[in-house]
């Protein structure tokens, strides 16, 4: 596996960095674009794992940073962060991994964890290169989690932005943020995703409840499938779980991407 550190540039011309992994062998491969969660990073171990078994099996994986953090490679503030600008950069992003030549433009795969899995989902019916896609722990009804329900509790659209404590730090997310994501009606734009689609979600997610994707299965009209991880956290840490779901993903994109 090569893993190859690049950069591309938003609709805004700014630049957004990440990592390719390369598997070994001759091209061109399927590949698959990941997209990480609320506050997420290309330095995650849970990330890092999942797209390195993407590239062991044959397919290129991309993963990017949508924003600035600390020691950060992605230059967009991340105090100002929307899911509208989310879905502009993940367009930039998959014409950019479309763009490499031994990457197979007729087998591209889509995956999303959290917030992330949201931006996945709004994507996926407007961009008919998608061929399938992997929903992981994904927020489909915006304002009820742990994250959003602090919006509205705290009563921060005076204040017009909230803190939240993250591993790498303090993250600033200014009150337009929750204002954005209330105009996007996930579950309802799923509905028009036509590519197979997988979901994945832990019985013990501290941060989505399982019935986000219980219910977003049900508006799915695609070819579909959900699995529900016992034990499993938000982000597959107790009870070695990360190992199982990766190899759900894995295996959904073998069987989707390789016919």
Known sequence: MEIRKISFKNKERKQIGGFLRIP???????????????????????????????????????????????????????????????????????DFVLGLDF???????????????????????????????????????????????????????????????????????????YEDGLKHNIQKTAEKIKCPTLIFHGDEDESVPLIQSQELFEHLKCEKKLEIIQGADHNYRKNETLPVATKLMVDWFKNNLNK
């Open 103 to 177: 990457v197979d433009k007729n087998r591209l795969g889509l995956t999303g964890h959290s917030l992330g899995g949201a931006t996945v989902l709004l994507y996926t019916p407007n961009d008919s290169r998608i061929k399938t896609l992997v929903v992981q722990s994904a927020v489909s009804e915006f304002g009820k989690t742990s994250s959003t329900r602090r919006f509205a509790e705290e009563n921060t659209k005076k204040q017009g932005y909230i803190v939240f404590e993250k591993s790498w730090g303090l993250m600033k997310v200014n009150y337009i943020f």
């Open 24 to 94: 070994n062998g001759q091209g061109p491969f399927p590949a698959v674009v990941f997209v990480h969660g609320f506050g997420g990073s290309v330095k995650e171990p849970k990330n890092i794992f999942m797209c390195e078994e993407l590239a062991k099996n044959g397919f290129v994986s991309l993963m990017f940073d949508f924003y600035n953090k600390p020691n950060g490679i992605s230059e967009p503030e991340i105090e100002n962060m929307t899911i509208t600008q989310q879905l502009r950069t993940l367009k930039c992003a998959i």
